[in-house]
């Protein structure tokens, strides 16, 4: 007996070693992979300087987040493993969490809807009929009715806008799980998140109805919201699990958020065309490409009106996920380092 107590001792103890070598072998092969690609890829059309510099930042970066992940490998999948191991009572409290939250009223979760939709009418009466900004978009080369170029726009901004809020308050909200030594609350933020995700579909199948209603026809292109809908989940989630564990310490950061939504959608940018700025102005343009929000929102509309693959702009792509892995490692960290003083705060 004692000598199965002991094997069985040194197999547990064996699975963590296992398990980090091959995610730190895993995560060196992607990270050689994208270096690779990064290194190889050619834009015939762009300026070489510009293109080497591009390239040794992307490289920088890639070496510096797996040096950090393999030295952070436990506490940064920590995460990672509580998430996978409670999916089902994730999917289950997500459910439950978006029941619950439009419970008692007549109107339900179309409440949820009324803003975002009367938002979009308020803005196509303002810019379309009064000032008539179709002229400028088809001067830009955009060729897509004003409410339809601004409602792409809207929709991915109204998730991470709703997203980040719920998800910077999960803890707040569900103090009571918070006291509970047994409660994984790893699992409360997305939690939230799922809850706004359920809204961005709907809101997405009434975008796509009134695309439709204006003359396009359905193509391959459009899977594409797809994959910046799931952009967008991992962005914020990675984001909440930092803000949500800082405000329970400083509260007024929910009201910073709100300011920063608010500078946000002029910044993004969702009202007008980044297009515009031409000439002694075109250097700011990467000021605004650097926002990863920019991203997915510029991606929604390349998916609907000027039909090209989010692969084709290649070192968009390969900035935001290599933003997105560091904000997700950098709230991992966080979280884990005030988890244990939750309780005492709440």
Not at 171 to 198: D, H, R
Not at 259 to 269: N, V
Request: glycine content about 4%; hydrophobic content about 55%.
């Amino acid at each position: 007996m004692a000598k199965k107590d002991k094997s069985a001792v040194k197999k547990k103890e064996s699975l963590p070693v296992l398990s980090k070598k091959i995610g730190v072998s895993v995560a060196s092969i992607f990270a050689a992979l994208f270096a690779l690609i990064i290194i190889l890829h050619q834009n015939p059309l762009a300026n070489p300087t510009e293109e080497i510099i591009k390239k040794i930042i992307a490289c920088s970066i890639i070496g510096v987040a797996l040096i950090v992940y393999i030295v952070l490998y436990e506490k940064i999948m920590i995460l990672p493993r509580e998430l996978m191991q409670n999916r089902k009572l994730i999917w289950k409290l997500a459910k439950n969490d978006f029941k619950t939250r439009y419970a008692g009223s007549y109107m339900g979760a179309l409440w949820a809807l009324l803003q975002p939709v009367v938002t979009v009418a308020l803005y196509y009466f303002v810019f379309d009929v009064i000032f008539q900004n179709r002229s400028q978009l088809l001067a830009s080369g955009i060729e897509a009715p004003y409410v339809m170029w601004l409602t792409a726009g809207l929709v991915p901004w109204f998730y991470f806008s709703e997203a980040i809020i719920q998800g910077t308050q999960a803890l707040l909200e569900y103090n009571y799980l918070v006291k509970k030594v047994v409660f994984k609350i790893s699992i409360l933020p997305i939690i939230k998140i799922i809850g706004a995700t359920f809204i961005h579909v709907f809101f997405v199948s009434v975008m796509l109805i009134l695309y439709f209603v204006y003359g396009y026809t359905p193509d391959i292109y459009l899977i594409q919201i797809i994959y910046y809908s799931l952009c967008m989940f991992i962005f914020v989630l990675a984001l909440s699990y930092a803000t949500c564990a800082i405000v329970i310490f400083f509260r007024d950061l929910t009201q910073i958020i709100n300011i920063f939504l608010q500078i946000g959608m002029w910044a993004t940018p969702i009202l007008w065309d980044i297009s515009f700025l031409s000439g002694k102005n075109a250097k700011f343009q990467i000021l605004f490409k650097i926002n990863p929000v920019y991203y997915v929102v510029n991606g929604y509309r390349s998916a609907m009106f000027e039909k090209t693959w989010f692969f084709q702009d290649f070192y968009s792509t390969m900035f935001f996920w290599i933003v997105t892995g560091v904000f997700f490692g950098i709230g991992a960290l966080i979280f884990k380092r005030l988890k244990v003083h939750f309780a005492d705060v709440l």
